[in-house]
T-cell receptor, first 112, second 114 residues
Framework: DAKTTQPTSMDCAEGRAANLPCNHS???????VYWYRQIHSQGPQYIIH???NNETNEMASLIITEDRKSSTLILPHATLRDTAVYYC?????????????FGTGTRLTVIP | DAGVIQSPRHEVTEMGQEVTLRCKPI?????LFWYRQTMMRGLELLIY????????DSGMPEDRFSAKMPNASFSTLKIQPSEPRDSAVYFC????????????FGDGTRLSIL
């Protein structure tokens, strides 16, 4: 699976949009981009995933560049409860290969 | 809907003792994963099952670790004998087979070996 690069930490003001970038320049055509987050003392929580097109759900939006070498997770109105470590993961859909490689992620701090 | 359920949430025991961690996956999910998280190594996959059959156990650190899935609704991870370096948070996750379905995690078991 392709490796990802994320900033170590970011701050965001409460109520503002949080834009979390991720570089995955070696991504292959059959690899999806997944975003998870981990709030202190809890298990990782799935947020969203996509292949080529931008995606939106009740939690966030995922913007994938046309060349698919980078993506941005957008939390439209950040709240204090969004403070967490956010992981960007790239994974291919291969039979029997369902591992998720969690890197170091981005520690997002939402500031009141 | 019930998520992935793990027990116990916390376990403290002395080295040399047997430790058993338990996981109930989301009903209908046919993949089950065991992960370990430490400050030094982050989240690591230990083993995963498909339809109750172990598929890849290459992440299991050594023979002291074993995992079973006797049925679709229950899995265990055992450490025998336990050592202080096994102290970590152990997570269980489950997912559906089809396509790009994401994994859903439990809240983990925080294990401390004294």
């Amino acid at each position: 699976d392709a490796k990802t690069t994320q900033p170590t930490s970011m701050d965001c003001a409460e109520g503002r949009a949080a834009n979390l970038p991720c570089n995955h320049s070696t991504i292959s055509g059959n690899e999806y981009v997944y975003w998870y987050r981990q709030i202190h003392s809890q298990g990782p929580q799935y947020i969203i995933h996509g292949l080529k097109n931008n995606e939106t759900n009740e939690m966030a939006s995922l913007i994938i560049t046309e060349d698919r070498k980078s993506s941005t997770l957008i939390l439209p109105h950040a709240t204090l409860r969004d403070t967490a470590v956010y992981y960007c993961i790239v994974r291919a859909l291969l039979t029997g290969a369902n591992n998720l490689f969690f890197g170091t992620g981005t520690r997002l701090t939402v500031i009141p | 809907d019930a998520g992935v359920i793990q027990s116990p949430r916390h376990e403290v025991t002395e080295m040399g003792q047997e430790v058993t961690l338990r996981c109930k996956p989301i009903s209908g999910h046919d993949y089950l994963f065991w992960y370990r998280q430490t400050m030094m190594r982050g989240l690591e996959l230990l083993i995963y099952f498909n339809n109750n059959v172990p598929i890849d156990d290459s992440g299991m650190p050594e023979d002291r670790f074993s995992a079973k899935m006797p049925n679709a609704s229950f899995s265990t991870l055992k450490i025998q004998p336990s050592e202080p370096r096994d102290s970590a948070v152990y997570f269980c996750a489950s997912s559906l087979t089809e396509g790009s379905q994401p994994q859903h995690f439990g809240d983990g078991t925080r294990l401390s070996i004294l």
